[in-house]
Nanobody, 128 residues
């Protein structure tokens, strides 16, 4: 059973930063491509950032996240991170971590339906 547990959400002022963490209970973690999605009230879940398996050498971002968000992974800790800087009120949402078994390195996935495993989400609130 693959379990994903997000943490690090909270309330931050516009222009501030947060770092989200996602701890994954699967071995070997390095064989999983990872991603962050977000869902604001009344809106569909949308892609934010993705990172390839293995060394995480390939990353991909939504246009809204480029230049402000950074996804990274530490395989030794079974953890993926999302560093969010220059936060805006429109970044407020529940952020979800997702995992997909991907033993071949170099692939990232943007579609929510491409991920088999999901966390419970962590709330990010940005005050203006």
């Amino acid at each position: 059973q693959v379990q994903l547990v997000e943490s690090g959400g909270g309330l931050v002022q516009a222009g501030g930063s947060l770092r989200l963490s996602c701890s994954v209970s699967v071995l070997p973690f390095s064989t999983y491509a990872m991603a962050w999605f977000r869902q604001a009230p009344g809106k569909e879940r949308e892609f934010a950032a993705a990172i390839s398996s293995r060394s995480g050498g390939i990353t991909r971002y939504a246009d809204s996240a480029k230049g402000r968000f950074t996804i990274s992974r530490v395989n030794a800790k079974n953890t993926v991170y999302l560093q969010m800087n220059s936060l805006k009120p429109e970044d407020a949402a529940v952020y979800y971590c997702a995992a997909e078994f991907s033993p071949s390195s170099g692939r990232t996935y943007r579609g929510a339906d491409e991920y088999d495993y999901w966390g419970q989400g962590t709330q990010v609130t940005v005050s203006s």
